[in-house]
């Protein structure tokens, strides 16, 4: 779908942004970034924190308590769907490492906003704190490697 641009708006038309040369050099630097051991290890424990999140009721036995089960399942298929997407389309996706962090607080707060009348059991806290705790270090982790190869590759 094309919109219609002003003619007062010299140089903001959306083709001239694709042959900007600061663009072809953020595509590099993405790449760069992305096919890097650190960047595929970050994202490889993003899509199985994700998946524990989502199994995790089972393993630690609270697939009783619909609630918190539903609650870890959503979450935890979403993290490891961002993690899947940062993984195999990194130049689209790398702008949603930023959405992980807000989840990993969520996992790491829901034990008592979720389950009913605030009664989680310990397993159900620390499961959920851990696993909440590390998706927000991997999200920063994973939001830190693009901003810090745009920092370096400007140092030269």
Known sequence: MSYP????????????????????????RLERTASSGPAMAVEGLIVLT?????????????????????????VG????TIGLGLA??????????WALVPLGAWLFISPWVVTFLHTARAGIIWN????????????LAAMGLTIGKARG???R
């Open 5 to 28: 641009h002003r003619s007062s708006d010299v140089g903001a038309h959306p083709e001239m942004m694709g042959t900007h040369p600061e663009m072809a050099e953020m595509r590099e």
């Open 50 to 74: 994700g998946l524990y999140a989502a199994i995790s009721p089972w393993v630690v036995h609270f697939a009783i308590q619909p609630a918190i089960t539903v609650n870890n399942l959503i």
């Open 77 to 80: 298929l979403a993290v490891a």
């Open 88 to 97: 195999l389309a990194p130049e689209r996706m790398f702008r949603l490492a």
């Open 128 to 139: 959920n704190c851990w696993v909440g705790a590390i998706t927000m270090l991997l999200g």
């Open 153 to 155: 590759g400007t140092r």
